[in-house]
């Protein structure tokens, strides 16, 4: 079975600080790895996904995220944040022959002005 | 290009009533998968249909079904609702399946009372 796990339900960063929201995934196979984001009475909306290849994956908005086999981790990052990156952010997981993606718990970030 | 359409957006049942809610695919998107969003359980699979066919279920009873129709447009359906059963859903359209990632609906509130 697959799962993740998100370190830390909520956030909190100041304006232009560095945003980094931990993720740890368990998976039997090589996985399919997601990052999606969001707002107040929205869906969610996929920030980036890792599929093959390249490990250090780049998204939208100016997210990153890092595939570390060795760690099971994908943590997502941003280098600055912004008043508008304040939402709740889900990593996912999925495989092949699973037939849908499994999802953390979610992390809140706030971001202080 | 149009996104993922989700209707109702509110909804409010009686407990024992049935309720219909509809997704609009985004076009050539033949996966959509259904989540059942609660603060208390997080993200929680329903079901995925692909080409008019349920292809995966999670572990949901009984009263929860869905459809998909030959223009990929979804439904799902749940009868004699339950307290529990209050929640957002989620429907979620991909090209061929979770591994794609998907992209979400704004979601349906329904409020059982």
């Known amino acids: 079975a697959q799962s993740v796990t998100q370190l830390g339900s909520h956030v909190s960063v100041s304006e232009g600080a560095l945003v980094l929201l931990r993720c740890n995934y368990s998976s039997s196979v090589p996985p399919y790895l997601f990052w999606y984001v969001q707002y107040p009475n929205q869906g969610l909306q996929l920030l980036l996904k890792y599929t093959t290849g390249a490990t250090l994956v780049k998204g939208i908005n100016g997210f990153e995220a890092e595939f570390k086999k060795s760690e099971t981790s994908f943590h997502l990052t941003k280098p600055s944040a912004h008043m508008s990156d304040a939402a709740e952010y889900f990593c996912?997981?999925?495989?092949?022959?699973?037939?849908?993606?499994?999802f953390g718990d979610g992390t809140t970030l706030t971001v202080k002005p | 290009k149009a996104g993922v359409t989700q209707t109702p957006r509110y909804l409010i049942k009686t407990r024992g009533q049935q309720v219909t809610l509809s997704c609009s695919p985004i076009s050539g998107h033949r996966s959509v998968s259904w989540y059942q969003q609660t603060p208390g359980q997080g993200l929680q699979f329903l079901f995925e249909y692909f080409s008019e066919t349920q292809r995966n279920k999670g572990n949901f009873p009984g009263r929860f079904s869905g459809r998909q129709f030959s223009n990929s447009r979804s439904e799902m359906n749940v009868s004699t609702l339950e307290l529990g059963d209050s929640a957002l859903y989620l429907c979620?359209?991909?090209?061929?399946?979770?591994?794609?990632?998907?992209?979400f609906g704004s979601g349906t509130r329904l409020t059982v009372v």
């Open positions: 979620a359209s991909s090209p061929e399946g979770p591994t794609n990632g998907y992209t």
């Open positions: 996912a997981v999925s495989k092949i022959d699973a037939g849908k993606s499994t």
